[in-house]
T-cell receptor, first 115, second 112 residues
């Protein structure tokens, strides 16, 4: 069964360092998303991406964040200069149709720990 | 703004007990409503959904009814199993939006 895969499963970094989280969405999907969950809190929307453009982003997704689909298969989230409060589980998701009309398929998450 | 509020966990039940996990939402208009489930070590996956008022979503013995008058979408199951142990997320979506909004999740543990 097709699935969304994320790497790394866990990354520990020092404050101020750049981090890239990688995702391989399901191959025929067109819509891509990043969410995050700080321990014990809500699953928060970060950004949605379609047709090589950001469709929508939250206020969390500031200039320190960027997304890219560099080669038609990977979908990456970059945090330019990490802060302590960026520590969270980051989930990638993809869908064949727009969010809500069909099903979002999620990866298992990448846990980011900023020291 | 739009939001989803779930009952806090953890919820611990014995096998074959009746389950209710409460979910209410705040939104303008009429969103679609979802329950997602996350089993240990896995990503979130869609459990059921309802797209308009009075719709009932159902899957794997779970049900939830879209109640516009109480802005609720409570998840129920008549007889839970140990394999239902997971984290359950209530969520909503607007047709004009490019995102699904999730609640904070409710951890469910079922004792044999």
């Amino acid at each position: 069964e097709p699935e969304v895969t994320q790497t790394p499963s866990h990354q520990v970094t020092q404050m101020g360092q750049e981090v890239i989280l990688r995702c391989v969405p399901i191959s025929n999907h067109l819509y891509f998303y990043w969410y995050r969950q700080i321990l014990g809190q809500k699953v928060e929307f970060l950004v949605s991406f379609y047709n090589n453009e950001i469709s929508e982003k939250s206020e969390i997704f500031d200039d320190q964040f960027s997304v890219e689909r560099p080669d038609g298969s990977n979908f990456t989230l970059k945090i330019r200069s990490t802060k302590l409060e960026d520590s969270a589980m980051y989930f990638c998701a993809s869908s064949e149709t727009p969010a809500g009309t069909g099903e979002l398929f999620f990866g298992e998450g990448s846990r980011l720990t900023v020291l | 703004g739009d939001s989803v509020t779930q009952m806090e966990g953890p919820v611990t039940l014995s096998e074959e007990a009746f389950l209710t996990i409460n979910c209410t939402y705040t939104a303008t208009g009429y969103p679609s409503l979802f329950w997602y489930v996350q089993y240990p070590g896995e990503g979130l996956q869609l459990l059921l959904k309802a797209t308009k008022a009075d719709d009932k979503g159902s899957n794997k013995g779970f049900e939830a009814t879209y109640r516009k008058e109480t802005t609720s979408f409570h998840l129920e199951k008549g007889s839970v199993q140990v394999s239902d142990s997971a984290v359950y997320f209530c969520a909503l979506w607007y047709s004009s939006a490019s995102k699904i909004i999730f609640g904070s999740g409710t951890r469910l543990s079922i004792r044999p």
